[in-house]
Nanobody, 116 residues
Framework: QVQLVESGGGLVQPGGSLRISCAAS????????MKWFRQAPGKERELVAA????????NYADSVKGRFTISVDNAKKTLFLQMDSLKPEDTAVYYC?????????WGQGTQVTVSS
């Protein structure tokens, strides 16, 4: 059974940092492209960052470039998103996504709220 389970979300003040995680199981993690999306209230879901599990090449949305870092731990089958210099506009539900071999999987999401 495929599972993507996000954790680590919460409330953080503007300028603060947070690291969210996505634990994967039930598929060959190293063979998939892993991504973080987010969706704010009333807005479309948007791609935040993506990484190839093998090779580690990554890319970011312009809005988070230089502040967020995506990484993977292949041994633990876990995807991370380190978020620094957080802004109120980063408030959203963050979703983990895995794509490969004609399949696509989603996690249930974790809420990140940036507010003073």
């Amino acid at each position: 059974q495929v599972q993507l389970v996000e954790s680590g979300g919460g409330l953080v003040q503007p300028g603060g940092s947070l690291r969210i995680s996505c634990a994967a199981s039930g598929f060959t993690f190293r063979s998939y492209a892993m991504k973080w999306f987010r969706q704010a209230p009333g807005k479309e879901r948007e791609l935040v960052a993506a990484i190839k599990s093998i090779g580690g090449g990554s890319n970011y949305a312009d809005s988070v470039k230089g502040r967020f870092t995506i990484s993977v731990d292949n041994a633990k089958k876990t995807l991370f998103l380190q978020m620094d210099s957080l802004k109120p506009e980063d408030t959203a539900v963050y979703y983990c996504n895995a794509v490969g071999w004609g399949y696509e999987y989603w996690g249930q999401g974790t809420q990140v709220t940036v507010s003073s």
